[in-house]
């Protein structure tokens, strides 16, 4: 009698209607089952190679993590991959923000697909010193070059890695040229004159100027410029190309002052514009003759030794810094140091020869 009443009450469950299926069970059981599998360093390494972009996507994510085990696993894919690597021309992209980096290349990169070229775009963004994020925007405003079936692009956040570009960039570009893209660009973070580690891992340096924009002066100053080996002042249409014409005469006046390059290569100076497609093939064409002459004069791979010896140099930095850091001893003592300095107890060089001294 009283399970009857129960029944009766104004909040008790009714048996309801049941939803329609939206998706086929199978197709979900089938779906469910892909997103749980982990492809095999094996079965990535063997997409990779025959150019399959999603399984490059995975080996990029490898070698970007700092987890151990995808740093096994990246070490692995890189090491399958070199025989199949140093095939490409890279070519380094930087200037100032608002230069037109990411419109330049979109640009360029559609012109050397049109020519039947493998192109993969490798840019980085910077992160944020306060919330360590990035926002890796620069692939969704190369619309059209997304889309192209012979294009790739990858942007990476720079992290705490200086000179404009991501710390493992140069493994990036070997993934790359495993897959069978023969032009890789890179396009920098853009933070202008200490922009320089581009450079040890490009055949080619291209700097992007403005004109109006207080660069001129720029030519008179060491550093990037001086690495360049063509500058090309962007934004070169409409009200601004008489602009863009005397800062190509100012630059082409500072390039002299500066000594002649090992390469034996005199950088040149051109006027372009990105946004209506003008003068992007002349600065295919100078690039080609660039490569042309280091190759004949056997520049080419005399600089691409030299930048193996400095990745060899840097990576065994980067080792002993990520060793260091994660050794438990240093870690202990690096909050009790850190304390000591905030009570004026030690001094920050005393404090670091005492955490060195750990790892003797």
Known sequence: ?????????????????????????????????????????QKIT????????????RALTRIESTAEKHQQEGREIIEACLPHANKSIRIGVTGVPGVGKSTFIESFGSLLTSKDHNVAVLTVDPSSSLSKGSILGDKTRMEELVKDPNAFIRPSASGDSLGGVAQKTREAIILCEAAGYNIIIIETVGVGQS?????????????????????????????????????VINKADGENLKAAKMAKNEFNRALHLYPPKESGWTPKTLTCSALENNGIDSVWKLIETYISETKKNEYFQHKRTEQNKFWLLQTIENTLKRDFYNNPKVKTALEDQLKLIEANKTSPFEAATYLLSLKE
Do not use: C
């Open 1 to 41: 009698m009283a399970e009857k009443q129960n029944n009766n009450k104004t909040l008790s469950e009714k048996e309801g209607i049941d939803q329609p299926t939206r998706l086929n069970p199978k197709a979900a059981e089938r779906l469910k089952k892909n997103r749980s599998k982990t492809p095999s360093t």
């Open 46 to 57: 063997e997409g990779l190679l025959a150019g399959n972009k999603t399984q490059l996507s």
């Open 195 to 231: 922009e320089t580690a581009v450079h040890s891992m490009t055949d080619f340096f291209l700097l992007l100027k403005l004109a109006g924009a207080g660069d001129e002066l720029q030519g008179i100053k060491r550093g990037i410029m001086e690495m360049a080996d063509a500058i």
